[in-house]
């Protein structure tokens, strides 16, 4: 009976061992993945605030696909996003900048990262005049990352 416990301790520890060791290269790669999905974002937030739509679509992989305000949109190339006329429409609801309040991985691997956020716009005055969750799905191709879908409840 000894003999038969010591020898399923003895698989435990090695199938333990052997899982480690094979997680943890995954485990480097799927890190790597996050933070260059996080630069991603961060680029996407900044070419936004700075009202740079050539910027802005260079953050994002294509085609992109946005779920918000009740309709799917699909840009195929970052020219056509480029020209999605955003910042001549936002403002007119108060907006003059967002950031991120929260951004939190979800899924990941090696070339995808789901991040689900909150992110707040605030108007001129730095006034908070709204608050949106929303899903990001960052990808890996041909060695971009970029922001290929949202899903946001914001208009």
């Known amino acids: 009976m000894a003999y038969k416990l010591v020898t399923k301790f003895l698989f435990c520890f ?14 480097s790669e799927t890190e790597e993945a996050i933070t260059a999905a996080m630069g991603a974002m961060d680029a996407f937030m900044l070419a936004f605030n700075a009202r740079d739509p ?13 779920f918000a305000s009740g309709s ?34 979800s899924l990941a691997s090696p070339n995808k990262v789901h991040i689900n956020t909150v992110f707040q716009r605030f108007n ?29 409840l914001a208009p």
């Open 124 to 152: 001129a005055e730095n006034e908070i005049i709204g608050t949106y969750q929303s899903l990001y799905i960052v990808t890996k191709m041909n060695g971009h990352w970029g922001t290929q879908s949202r899903s946001s």
């Open 54 to 66: 050539h910027g802005w679509a260079a953050s994002l992989n294509y085609p992109h696909v946005r």
């Open 72 to 105: 799917v949109t699909v840009w195929e190339t970052a020219e056509e996003f480029a020209d999605t006329q955003a910042f001549e429409r936002l403002p007119n609801t108060g907006w003059d900048h967002s950031h991120w309040l929260t951004r939190e991985v």
């Open 14 to 27: 090695i199938f333990l061992v052997a899982s480690l060791a094979s997680s943890a290269q995954y485990s």
